[in-house]
């Protein structure tokens, strides 16, 4: 007996730019009549790839290009992509919000589908009442969505408005509720675009440990769209990663995971950018050294090594309290490490026009697992006001070095190498 739930052919979505229509009403009246005899539109053309990096010399451009894969039953699958690549075109089109321009989707079940805060809500009626029309929606019958009603209730934490129009919700509790009812509801397919991170940090704890259940322990498929690789790794088993609006690579998770990496490798090669807003300060001298040795992009530093940040600010008018910040990202764009003034106890208050502010930073022993790595810089007035940035202040690889004294590589799912101290008594 087949497992497979999903299954695409060639699935493709065009959209047209700036004006829909052919021009003439001769000509939407033979599209017209094409599309009601079933038969292609004589107007589709070939267009061009989505590529947002580039600007396009064609009114049409293809979301999705010739899209195949296979989903079985139980799966959770990570859809990986950077924006604009046709992760949320693919969703819509798994759950019939929208038709694919060419290729067919067949699905097995039920699919309940949370692409952006409060889908399938509708304003004017309460908590209680969308949870019923949801469900409906989704196919359910009264007394199986009654059976469920306390436990979606309990979970969103909303019991207190649940009689409340959803309309006087904030896009918080908007979000506890729809992702309560489309976990909860019997759908043998769930689908979750990026909008968990609507919530707070304990809600997306919350909702991260229902989907493993609902895929793991209750046997459901489940696709999960996401930025945060962290949580694609633990979620999920299998990935699809899509690259301007095809599908490029599809695996295990951390197989994709890294496919995905080496693509995103390309912003790492920037040159560094500064951006100056309102005018207030100007860097004037800015160096890295490690061990007294200047450091360049592209540079390999050992696990173990520390970091020198040498900066001359100018100031160009008055600031009542200056904010440094540096943070440290890997190659999925998490932040490693953030660095501010602040935890060394430095402050830079009451500066004048004309001021310079002469500074060094020097950074604790690097201990992140071996991989690639920028660092950005953000000034700033209070904490608030942002002045001046420098995004790629430096790009380097960090090496495993004899810090450590393993034989082997440290593991790439890891971020941090904490050094511990061995005796046998």
Not at 271 to 277: I, V
């Amino acid at each position: 007996m087949s497992k497979i739930v999903i299954k695409a052919e060639d699935i493709s979505k065009q959209y047209r730019l700036g004006l829909v229509g052919t021009g003439t009403v001769k000509d939407d009246m033979k599209r017209w009549w094409y599309n009601l005899r079933g038969k292609e539109d004589p107007f589709l053309k070939i267009g061009e790839a989505n590529n947002r990096a580039t600007k396009s010399e064609s009114d049409y451009v293809w979301s999705l290009r010739d899209i195949n894969f296979e989903i079985n039953q139980g799966d959770s699958v990570g859809i990986i992509g950077r924006n604009g690549a046709g992760k949320s075109t693919l969703l819509k089109i798994l759950s019939q919000v929208t038709q694919p321009t060419t290729g067919k989707i067949y699905t097995k079940g039920r699919i309940a589908s949370l692409l952006e805060v409060g889908t399938g809500f509708h304003p004017e009626m309460t908590g209680r009442e969308n949870i019923f029309l949801n469900g409906a929606i989704l196919g359910m019958r009264k007394a199986e969505i009654k059976r469920k009603f306390d436990e979606i209730v309990d979970f969103s934490g909303v019991e207190r408005y649940i009689d409340t129009p959803v309309k006087r919700y904030s896009s918080g509790m908007y979000v506890r509720l729809a992702f309560a009812v489309a976990a909860h509801l019997e759908s043998e397919i769930l689908i979750v675009d990026e909008v968990l991170a609507v919530g707070d940090a304990e809600f997306q704890k919350k909702c991260l440990g229902k989907m493993n259940d609902v895929s793991k322990g209750e046997g459901r498929t489940v696709l999960f769209v996401s930025h945060n690789m962290g949580a694609i790794k633990t979620l999920c088993n299998k990935g699809i990663v899509l690259d301007n609006g095809g599908l490029i690579y599809e695996g295990g998770i951390n197989e994709s995971v890294d496919h995905y990496s080496s693509i995103e490798l390309g912003s790492f090669d920037e040159k560094s950018a500064h951006k100056s807003y309102h005018n207030q300060v100007e860097i004037i001298e800015s160096d890295i050294t490690n061990d007294k040795k200047p450091v360049n992009q592209g540079a390999s530093i050992s696990l173990g090594d520390k970091l020198e940040l040498h900066l001359k600010i100018a100031v160009l008018g008055e600031i009542s309290d200056l904010s440094i910040a540096m943070d440290i990202l890997n190659v999925n764009s998490e932040l490693i490490a953030h660095m501010t003034n602040e935890d060394d106890g430095v402050y830079f208050s009451k500066l004048r026009n004309g001021d310079v502010v002469d500074l060094t930073i020097e950074t604790g022993s690097l201990l992140f697992v071996p991989g690639l790595y920028r660092i950005n810089l953000w000034i700033g007035s209070s904490q608030d006001d942002t002045l001046y940035t420098i995004t790629n202040l430096l790009v380097f690889h960090l090496e495993q070095s004899s810090f450590t004294k393993r034989t082997k590589a440290l593991p790439k799912h890891s971020k941090m190498y904490l050094p511990t101290y061995w005796k046998i008594n």
